[in-house]
């Protein structure tokens, strides 16, 4: 089964598909619409006064300096200010205490993301973030570097994540679909390319999805993908990235234990096809440079097979 | 020139000595000249050079993000290079070209024959330059900074090791002190150098909103500065201020950053607008309407900007009181704006408008600009910033407001002034061209990425995936820049070509009301011939007989009997002649100065701290030298007749001399400098549940009380020695000083006692490394009050003061007041404050 | 000559333009340090934060009061001399009025700013 192709996610704010941004959507249009109307006038008059040569009464214009550089301006700025002041109690409310939570860390340039399961158990996984349609979740935010932003557009705001800090940000989405998320603050070289999918899903699959990720990797069973287990092991992958149910628990690289089940490679660098994953592999700093992990261009076109057919398998 | 010499020499002996006084140096003595129009010259050049250099930078952006997925530019270059665009732009051009505009023409505008200062005004140009090629030259060794023109650590602390940080933080901290020194020149210019007659309310509104910028810069810029001391700490020393896990909080340079940062785009606009002040009523033949006004606007939106500086940090996950009171503040500050703007377009109306290039920049400019404004509102509400913040929504956004409300005005600036500095004019018909192209480029850039943003494009990308599907709108942009680009070509052609066949522009070439068009074709280098007596605030429109009057020299100062330099100093609220101020002349002083100046930071940058140390004192020398052979000479006669039947004092001191206000003015920015550390400390106190830590012993009293004890000593030692001076009472004076440096020695050893006894390391947790910066910070203070003790002593023997001329103690008083609350407030936080918080 | 150097020391004009938008700027500090230290330390795990906007109010009464006085004051100026109102002639009543006024305005921005912040606490009450 080959994952879907990367391009049919949304990354836009315009296109909202949770609450909070459907919110700050209708503000904007709001915004943009009195905006407009003002440049005109303003802009207009300008014009007309050139235009227009001359003598205009002292009066008028003493009315004009105060009436519209003054009093309409303040009485404009605070409804919007009121406007805008009552929607940020609800955005920044927290959600029910028993609303889902997604503990996310940002990494230079990855996420590394963590769900709680029901029985208390905490899976990692990375770069990947599953939602339930239609319930607030909560992202607990923490960085391990530098800082960064945790964004995603089609869903509400962001949120930085801060070394030493833990923030907090409230989602609700509201539309099944696949989002992109990015990292929004400028954290060095592969800032560009720390992105994240996000999948929206109702609520069932959701569960199914949590209850796959938080079993062991499976067992390789073609021929290859043993070989490839092996190679894995030997070239030492496993000093940085974990594989649950093996002996690899690294914990410098993104969690692999369920790679084949995602959409996307190097934090959503590329489509997770098995070209890519070679190239990745072989030529990790021409896919993202500056990434920590080294180019294991020494190894032969056999060993990449079997490594890739490894990962591969790892549903 | 000689011809011409000649004949004045002949026709008006006054004049020809007058010209010889301020006669600009040739040959390459030309570079010794310390002249406001030389100077101002300079500087408008050197930062018009570093605008087209990011200007450039900013095409090689353009280039790169043209297509998806390009690679014109490697990750690293590019970030190098939006770095240096944004600090480039920032630091090299918008804050010095409003001080280079202002010290070319605000003494002109008041009348005045040279600003205050100008050694000053020169050392900082050189120390400008200087450091200005020191930053813009690293990109070429590909070691340029590339974290961003804010800096943001830990990645710039822990993540960047190489010297570009290091360069940033250096380099510009040097330009920053060239900022504030021109601060403090502008505003003492505006308060004591102007015309008589000139009060408060016929000051020109260009000088009102240098009055207020120049103030802002003064508290703004030291925040900044000591935030790049403790980052600069945090990379050689490893004292962990932004370090999390040693107590430390990446927050703290946010806030500091950001204290100065948004300050400064009001910096950067208000001088602008101050232009525009001056063109709006001359094209529009009429007085600007709501004089009162646009006061309230300026002062206003100085204030109000202070209160905005969250606004750059709603996503940091602040409560959302915070946010609400910052996102207010933001809104609040729109109004102050929009007033500006009614103004001038009721000055318009008011008036019979004649059509010039100045103009269309001039309506350019606030159409841009006002969309950037109300695109500002729209980020001042929290809610859609979570969802703009650093995308290239605030890219589209910050471009209009800094093109339409800076770039385009300083281009009408340069159209309407460049008769009065050249005597040449520019042509109309380049100008329309340049402004069209300039105008449709401007928008064909910057309009589409409002929506590049919103589709979800972040800010600082050096590439973009084809599925984000905003190609397109990035190719747009990239056209969009070229075509600005060439419309700038064409600006600079029209200033840059040869004009020598061209006539000269008759003498105040658009009939303009103000005092800098008495300038005369060719320009004279005395400014005026003399000094008028202001009456109303369009002189040359509302005066009879002005020019005629001036040029005749029947106002103050006519000649220079005794050829010195001389300008009139007046009153701070009443504009009454208080002084007649000699001001120096040519120097190299002022180069070495800098030269050396420049070596302490250019040198800490690559760690070579005994060259940089040797530097510093070879910086110390130099400046003393200076101070020694420049400043406080004891006139040949008591007062002078400065025409009119006036008589005035040749040498005055305390709160009446120039010096004076200096003096205080730095201390003031000195001592926002010394805040932000205090600051600093109260931060880490409200985010640290155990601070100071439980286990943390020092500094203790002991040591804090006794050095604070000294220096209350050393200031009435100070004061002491002040008045023995002004009794002349010699050994008095000597014996108040002995003391005076003596306590001075005890008192900053007592301060570094404190954390040095109790074992406080400054790299293990971030409460040492603060208590440390402030007893440091308050020490090199008392050591530099030593030096200053030692020159007055040095003063009085070498007979350059006297009981009565004795500026230079009634200045280093002034110092020691700043001292005392310098070293009261650091006892009583370091000591005072640990008892009450356990 | 004596009379001019007394006259020097005269800034007062000054400051009554900048005192208005100082206490705005104090009210705004003070305003922003009280909710910044009570959330940071004092807040409950609901985070709720009614000290802080009883804090704020009782803040704003006080700005409000002294900045009607400033603005009351910078009102009488305006008004001062003969029954003139011109700001641009070089008598000291013109600069007098024109100080009068620009005070006034600036204590009516001061004013919509200080409500402005005190608007906050009315809308949002919490830390969250």
Redesign the interface.
């Known amino acids: 089964m080959r994952p879907e192709l990367i391009d049919d996610v949304s990354q836009s704010a315009l296109d909202p598909a949770g609450v909070g941004a459907t919110q700050i959507v209708d503000l904007f249009h709001w915004m943009v619409g009195g905006g407009v109307v003002i440049w005109l006038i303003v802009v207009g008059l300008s014009v007309y006064s050139i235009v227009v040569p001359g003598g205009h009464r002292p009066r008028l214009t003493k009315t004009l300096v105060i009436g519209g550089g003054a009093v309409v301006p303040t009485v404009v700025l605070s409804s919007l200010l009121c406007y805008a002041l009552a929607m940020l109690p609800e955005l920044h409310r927290p959600p029910p205490s028993d609303s889902p939570t997604v503990k996310v860390n940002g990494v230079r340039w990855w996420w590394r993301v963590q769900y709680q399961t029901d029985d208390g158990r905490t899976i990692e996984t990375a770069n990947e973030i599953r939602l339930p349609v239609d319930e607030a979740v909560e992202f607990k935010l923490t960085s391990e570097d530098v800082i960064h932003s945790f964004w995603i557009p089609s869903l509400g705001g962001k949120v930085d994540m801060i070394p030493g800090r833990e923030t907090r940000l409230k989602l609700y989405p509201t539309r099944v679909g696949k989002f992109r998320g990015v990292c929004a603050e400028y954290c060095g070289t592969a800032h560009a390319q720390m992105r994240f999918d996000v999948t929206v899903m109702p609520r069932p699959e959701f569960n199914r999805w949590l209850s796959n990720q938080s079993s062991d990797a499976r067992e390789p069973s073609q021929q290859s993908a043993i070989r490839g287990g092996e190679l894995f092991r030997r070239k030492g992958c496993g000093a940085c990235h974990t594989i649950r149910g093996t002996d690899a628990r690294g914990r410098v690289g993104p969690d692999l234990t369920h790679l084949a089940s995602r959409s996307s490679l190097g934090a959503a660098t590329k489509p997770n096809n098995t070209e890519n994953l070679r190239h990745w592999i072989t030529h990790t700093h021409h896919v993202k440079p500056g990434v920590t992990m080294p180019a294991f261009q020494a190894l032969d076109e056999r060993e990449v097979d079997a490594i890739v057919a490894y990962l591969e398998q790892l549903h | 020139m000689t011809a011409e010499a000649t004949t004045t020499d002949e026709r008006d002996p006054a004049a020809a000595r007058l010209l010889d006084a301020w006669r600009t140096p040739t040959g390459w003595r030309y570079w010794t000249a310390v002249n406001n129009s030389e100077v101002g010259l300079w500087y408008v050049v050197a930062s018009f050079t570093f605008f087209l250099f990011g200007g450039i930078l900013a095409l090689l952006m353009r280039i790169q993000l043209a297509v998806p997925e390009n690679d014109f530019l490697t990750a690293d270059q590019y970030h190098q290079v939006f770095t240096m665009h944004g600090s480039v732009m920032m630091f090299l051009f918008a804050v010095p070209i409003l001080e280079a505009i202002s010290i070319l023409l605000l003494p002109e505008m008041l009348g005045a024959r040279d600003l205050p200062f100008p050694r000053l005004s020169a050392y900082g140009f050189w120390c400008f330059l200087i450091g200005g090629i020191f930053v813009c030259g690293s990109i070429f060794f590909g070691v340029a900074p590339e974290g961003g023109w804010f800096m943001y650590p830990p990645m710039t602390t822990e993540y960047q090791t190489g010297v570009g940080v290091d360069i940033w933080l250096l380099g510009l901290s040097f330009i920053e002190v060239a900022s504030i020194a021109a601060a403090v020149e502008l505003i003492v210019g505006v308060l004591k150098c102007r015309p008589p007659g000139m009060r408060l309310n016929l000051i020109p509104l260009y000088a009102w909103y240098i009055l207020v910028v120049a103030v802002m810069i003064l508290f703004a810029f030291p925040p900044l500065i000591a935030g790049d001391l403790l980052m600069e700490l945090e990379r050689s020393l490893d004292w962990p201020f932004f370090d999390a896990s040693r107590g430390g909080d990446p927050m703290l340079w946010q806030h500091l950053f950001w204290i100065f940062g948004h300050p400064e785009v009001y910096i950067v606009f208000l001088p602008s607008v101050a232009l525009l002040a001056m063109i709006v009523p001359t094209f529009a033949r009429a007085p600007m309407v709501g004089y009162g006004w646009i006061v309230l606007a300026a002062v206003g939106t100085g204030f109000l900007s202070f209160g905005l500086w969250v606004h750059h940090m709603f996503t940091t996950g602040l409560p959302a009181i915070s946010i609400g009171i910052f996102s207010a503040a933001s809104q609040a500050v729109a109004i102050p704006t929009g007033i500006q703007l009614f103004c001038f377009i009721a000055t318009l109306l008011v008036g019979r408008v004649t059509k010039s290039v100045c103009l269309l920049f001039t309506l350019g400019g606030l159409a841009t600009f006002i969309v950037g404004g109300l695109t500002g509102v729209m980020v001042a509400v929290a809610p859609f910033d979570y969802q703009a913040h650093d995308t290239y929504f605030i890219v589209g956004h910050l471009h209009y407001v800094l093109i339409g409300g800076t770039i385009f005005p300083i281009v009408a600036g340069v159209y309407y002034y460049y008769p009065a500095v050249t005597g040449k004019q520019l042509s109309e018909r380049l100008g329309r061209y340049a402004f069209w192209m300039m105008l449709i480029g401007f928008n064909v850039s910057f309009f589409p990425m409002h929506f590049s943003g919103l589709l979800g494009m972040p800010r600082r990308v050096y590439t973009y995936q084809p599925e984000l599907e905003v190609g397109t709108l990035n190719l747009i942009s990239t056209i969009g820049a070229f075509v600005l680009a060439a419309g700038f070509l064409v600006f600079l052609w029209d200033v840059l070509r040869p004009k020598s066949k061209q006539p000269l522009a008759p003498r105040n070439v658009w009939n303009a009301g103000t005092l800098e068009w008495l300038a005369e074709v060719p320009d004279k280098p005395w400014g005026v011939r003399s000094i008028p007596i202001v009456e109303t605030r369009y002189p040359l429109w509302d005066q009879e007989q002005f020019v005629q009057d001036v040029d005749e020299g029947r106002f103050f100062l006519p000649g220079a009997d005794e050829g010195k330099r001389e300008t009139l100093v007046t009153s701070v609220v009443d504009a009454e002649p208080i002084q007649c101020l000699r001001v120096p002349g040519p120097t190299f002083l002022t180069h070495f100065a800098a030269v050396f100046t420049g070596g302490v930071f250019i040198l800490s940058t690559f760690h070579w701290y005994v060259a940089a140390g040797i530097s510093g004192v070879l910086a110390v020398a130099t400046i003393l030298v200076w101070l020694w052979t420049g400043t406080a000479w004891i006139p040949e006669k008591h007062e002078k007749d400065v025409g009119r039947g006036v008589t005035l004092p040749i040498y005055v001191s305390g709160s009446r001399a120039v010096g004076w206000w200096a003096m205080f003015i730095t201390m003031l920015g000195d001592m926002t400098a010394f805040i932000s550390l205090v600051f600093g400390y109260f931060f880490y106190w409200t985010i640290q549940e155990d601070f100071p830590p439980q286990d943390s012993t020092g500094p203790g009293w002991i040591w804090p009380i006794a050095a604070l004890l000294a220096i209350t000593l050393v200031w009435s030692a100070v004061m002491a020695a002040r008045q023995f001076n002004r009794q002349n009472r010699g050994s008095m004076f000597y014996g108040a000083l002995v003391c005076g440096i003596a306590l001075s020695l005890t008192g900053g050893w007592a301060l570094l006692m404190g954390p040095a006894t109790h074992a406080m390391d400054p790299t293990s947790h971030v409460y040492p490394a603060i208590v440390w910066v402030l007893v440091i910070w308050t020490t090199l203070h008392v050591v530099v009050g030593i030096v200053m003790q030692l020159y007055c002593a040095a003063r009085r023997m070498a007979g350059k003061m006297t009981a009565r001329y004795d500026a230079d103690i009634v200045n280093v008083t002034l110092y020691w007041h700043f001292i005392f609350l310098t070293t009261l407030i650091t006892c009583l936080v370091i000591a005072g404050f640990p008892m009450v918080a356990r | ?1 004596s009379k ?2 007394s ?8 400051w009554a ?2 005192s208005a ?2 206490v ?2 104090v009210h ?1 500090l003070a ?2 340090l009280t ?3 009570f ?3 004092l807040a409950d795990s609901d ?1 709720s ?1 009614g000290e ?1 906007q009883l804090a704020v109010m009782s803040y704003t009464v006080i700005a409000l009061l002294l900045i009607a006085a400033i603005g009351a004051s910078g009102f009488r100026r305006h008004h001062h001399g003969r029954h003139s109102t011109s ?4 008598g ?1 009543d ?2 007098r ?3 009068g ?2 005070t006034f ?2 204590a ?3 004013a ?2 200080t409500l ?2 005190a ?10």
């Open positions: 000559m001019s150097i006259r020097d020391n005269r800034v007062s004009p000054l333009i900048v938008p100082a705005w700027a705004f305003s922003y909710a910044a230290i959330c940071a330390k985070g934060a802080v700001h641009d002639d070089s000291r013109a600069q009025r024109m100080i006024f620009a305005l600036l009516c921005l001061s919509v700013a402005f912040t608007l906050v606490l009315v809308f949002v009450g919490t830390c969250h």
